[in-house]
C-alpha cells in the first residue's frame, strides 16, 4: 500500500537537475510531493490531481501517470536550498489516508 | 496564524508507562492524522480521522489508541510504551482530498527506554 519510490538517494552539484519517482500498485485520487529539510516537519509542495496535468513550484515541477498510477518530481537547476528528503503521498480515491513513500533524500554541494 | 500545534516536543517514557500526545489545529479541516518516523522507513500512518467522531487504523496502529476529540483536536495514546515505540511523531490535518495538502506540527520526539 505504501508508494514506491526511487532512488533513495541523490547527490547533486548546484545546477544539476534531477528526477524522483513515486509508483503505486492501488488507484488513486491524487499524488502529493513534500519536502523535509533535516529536523523540521515536512512542508507541502504541490498536489497532482488525476488527469496527468503537470504543476510547477518554482524550479520544481511533477507530473501524473493516471494509467500507471505514477509521479514523477522534476528539480531543476538544483540550488542548496533543494536539499533535504522528498517525500510522494498517495491520497486513496475516498479521500481520506494519505500513505507516504519512504522518501529520497536529495544532497546538493556547491 | 498556529496551523498545527503538538504537545509536548520531547517526552521520555519508561516501559510501561502511558502517555498522551496532543493535537490541534485552527484551520478548520476535516481531516486529521498521526504519523510515526523512524530513520529509513519514511512517515507511516498510525491512525486517521476523516471527519469529526470518525476514526480509522492506518498502516501501523498496534499499540495506540486515538481519540478526536472535537474538530480542532486530535490525540494519540499509548497505553503501556515500548522501546519499539521510539520514534518521532507527528500530527497533520488537511482538507477532505487534501487539495491545499497536509499542514504537519513540528513533531514529538518520544523516546522510551
Known amino acids: 500500500q505504501q508508494p514506491v519510490q526511487s532512488p533513495q538517494a541523490v547527490i547533486l552539484r548546484e545546477g544539476e537537475d534531477a528526477v524522483i519517482n513515486c509508483s503505486s500498485s492501488?488507484?488513486?485520487?491524487?499524488v502529493h510531493w513534500y519536502r523535509q529539510k533535516h529536523g523540521e516537519a515536512p512542508v507541502f509542495l504541490m498536489i497532482?490531481?488525476?488527469?496527468?496535468e503537470q504543476k510547477g513550484h518554482e524550479k520544481i515541477s511533477a507530473s501524473f501517470n493516471e494509467k500507471k498510477q505514477q509521479s514523477s518530481l522534476y528539480l531543476t537547476a538544483s540550488q542548496l536550498s533543494y536539499s533535504g528528503t522528498y517525500f510522494c503521498?498517495?491520497?486513496?480515491?475516498?479521500?481520506?489516508?494519505?500513505?507516504f513513500g519512504k522518501g529520497t533524500t536529495l544532497s546538493v554541494s556547491s | 496564524n498556529a496551523g498545527v500545534t503538538q504537545t509536548p516536543k520531547f517526552q521520555v517514557l519508561k516501559t510501561g508507562q502511558s502517555m498522551t500526545l496532543q493535537c490541534a489545529q485552527d484551520?478548520?479541516?476535516?481531516?486529521m492524522y498521526w504519523y510515526r518516523q523512524d530513520p529509513g522507513m519514511g512517515l507511516r500512518l498510525i491512525y486517521y480521522?476523516?471527519?469529526?467522531?470518525?476514526?480509522d487504523k492506518g498502516e501501523v496502529p498496534n499499540g495506540y489508541n486515538v481519540s478526536r476529540l472535537n474538530k480542532r483536536e486530535f490525540s494519540l495514546r499509548l497505553e503501556s510504551a515500548a522501546p519499539s515505540q521510539t520514534s518521532v511523531y507527528f500530527c497533520?490535518?488537511?482538507?477532505?482530498?487534501?487539495?491545499?495538502?497536509?499542514?504537519f506540527g513540528q513533531g514529538t520526539r518520544l523516546t522510551v527506554v
Open positions: 480521522s476523516a471527519s469529526e467522531g470518525t476514526t
Open positions: 503521498g498517495t491520497l486513496s480515491q475516498a479521500g481520506t489516508a494519505l500513505i
Open positions: 484551520m478548520n479541516h476535516n481531516s
Open positions: 497533520a490535518s488537511s482538507e477532505r482530498f487534501g487539495p491545499s495538502g497536509a499542514f
Open positions: 497532482l490531481l488525476k488527469g496527468g
Open positions: 492501488k488507484a488513486l485520487y491524487s
